[in-house]
């Protein structure tokens, strides 16, 4: 821990019951026992008592919001705002750190001063399957880096890659760049980490700071996914325009996959393979061209169809 450093960890939820195991409350208790730490909960008005659970242990700072009125960017600066510390630790519901030490960790990246951010390494739960598992493995590697915005050229859009499923900023750093857009699609770390990035802070890679953290999508839920990530590449693509290299990536990401399955001699998923990667790079590309599509239909693709009705109802 850095000496005199105060941290406000937020964590939005919904419908959390399901993951708010005694080793998660384990993990919630010993943050309130932390005189060091503040922890704020963004709740999008849970049926299933989350909201309770979490009073019921102690915790007084569980904001209440409408789910209309939470959005992936704003609601996070709201909740943000509401704490004064000098970092602030993004969680999702569904990351568990290993432990708290984890949290410390992460926040030592800021004994460097150019760092304006730094997100932990994710494991895959237990129940991950091959492409949840390698995909954690793809991203999260073992070895921890620093980048800068000289590392774009190189990097292209890795560099600037966040993930507030376990991320630490710098609270005057966010200050300096805005904090989070309101009404964004997804990817509001990745936002952040282009304007960090543009306005000369580094951002770290922690591999020591872990999390278990992952997701075992279908093939379907595949392809709503990267539409989105495709509609907000094309939303946002003035301030991506120097962070190239988004294809380039996605090429060693699949070949990387491919060794893989070789090496665990999983022939029975090679129909699986070539049908994820394949609805992966259609979606990706639709989402691109989300404004040539009928709007029933981009809803009907997209993993946010709440956000979208609001989009087109403007």
């Known amino acids: 821990m850095i000496s005199g450093m105060t941290i406000c960890v937020v964590i939005p939820f919904y419908n959390a019951i399901g993951f708010l195991t005694p080793r998660y409350m384990a993990f919630l208790g010993a943050l309130k026992a932390d005189k060091n730490i ?77 760092v304006g951010a730094a997100y932990g390494r994710q494991l895959p739960h237990e129940d991950a399957h091959f492409f949840a598992r390698h995909l954690r493995g793809f991203n999260y590697p073992g070895n921890s880096h620093i980048y800068s915005l000289s590392d774009v050229k190189e990097q292209g859009i890795k560099a600037a890659f966040l993930s507030n499923a376990f991320c630490a900023y710098r609270r005057s750093a966010m200050d300096d760049v805005g904090w989070f857009p309101d009404g964004i699609l997804i990817s509001e770390d990745l936002y952040a980490g282009v304007k960090l990035l543009k306005a000369g802070y580094s951002l770290a890679y922690v591999s020591e700071a872990c999390v278990f953290h992952s997701h075992n999508y279908s093939v379907l ?65 639709l989402g691109r061209r989300y404004r040539w599509l009928p709007s029933q239909l981009v809803i009907k693709f997209s993993m946010h169809p709440r956000w979208w009705r609001q989009y087109f109802a403007q």
């Open 221 to 285: 839920q595949e392809f709503r996914r990267y539409f989105d990530v495709g509609a907000f590449h094309r939303m946002e693509s003035g301030s991506l325009a120097d962070f190239t290299q988004v294809g380039s990536e996605g090429w060693k990401y699949v070949k990387s996959e491919w060794r893989l399955l070789f090496k665990e001699k999983r022939y029975a998923q090679f129909f699986e393979f070539f049908l994820r990667n394949g609805l992966k790079f259609l979606g990706y590309h």
């Open 38 to 114: 503040t922890c704020v909960f963004w709740d999008s008005s849970s049926t299933d008592g989350t909201e309770q659970r979490l009073e019921d242990i102690g915790f007084d700072q569980v904001h209440v919001i409408s789910p209309d009125d939470f959005d992936h960017g704003g609601s996070r600066t709201l909740a943000a705002q509401t704490c004064d510390s000098d970092v602030v630790v993004f969680l999702t519901q569904d990351a568990l750190p290993v432990s708290k030490d984890d949290l410390y960790r992460l926040t030592l990246a800021f004994e460097n001063p150019a």
